[in-house]
């Protein structure tokens, strides 16, 4: 058990580290459209985030994908700048009008993405054959699905509390987060060492 909790706990804290806070601008950007009668929607989202996370390791543990970690460090943020400004751009549309499938494709090749930036480091502490590391791997994905939804609850109460309390229309408050988001990642961008040669 105590086992569990420790792949359970390294889930957790991988999404809510302060540091490494692109896990979490992924999740504000992809929770952009969305308010609490959309949990089944959101849901379904998350947890195909996590399915493409997990996909990512489980491929990386066995060898079977390898990128370069400079390009997926770039990746990373591309896939956080696409999801905002998708969501500046459609603004205020419903989104029930979006083809689910759609969005769940993205979102799992987004997930893989970002499984793979976290693939090194998940190898590095993980002892043993790949087969030993399948269970230690599924622990930590429950508690990447843990931290997520406490981060997309987070998310939902704000933007509850900013629509309800502050009057911003559904429009203005995708604008606002959209380029709060889009000004967040774009340094992450330019920064990104794979501009250096």
């Known amino acids: 058990m105590s086992q569990f909790w420790l792949y359970f706990k390294l889930g957790l804290e991988h999404v809510l580290d302060i540091h490494a806070y692109d896990h979490v601008m992924f999740l504000i950007a992809l929770m952009i459209p ?16 996590t399915i493409g996370h997990t996909l990512a390791l489980i491929l990386s543990v066995f060898g079977t994908v ?56 998940f190898n590095s502490i993980l002892p043993g054959s790949a087969a030993d590391k399948v269970l230690p791997l599924l622990e930590f994905a429950l508690g990447i699905e843990a931290s997520q939804i406490i981060v997309v609850f987070v998310v939902l109460v704000i933007s509850y509390i900013a629509q309800t309390f ?8 995708a604008l606002v987060l959209s380029a709060f988001i889009i000004g967040l990642v774009l340094p992450m961008l330019i920064e990104n060492e794979i501009w250096n040669r």
């Open 34 to 49: 969305y308010a609490f009668k959309d949990w089944k929607r959101i849901f379904l989202l998350v947890s195909i985030f």
């Open 166 to 173: 502050f009057r911003f229309s559904k429009r203005d408050w």
């Open 66 to 121: 390898f990128i370069a970690p400079k390009y997926v460090e770039f990746l990373i943020p591309i896939t956080i700048l696409i999801t905002a400004i998708f969501h500046l751009f459609t603004a205020g549309k419903s989104s029930k009008k979006e083809s689910i499938s759609f969005v769940a494709i993205v979102t799992l090749f987004f997930g893989i993405i970002h499984g793979l930036g976290f693939s090194n480091y």
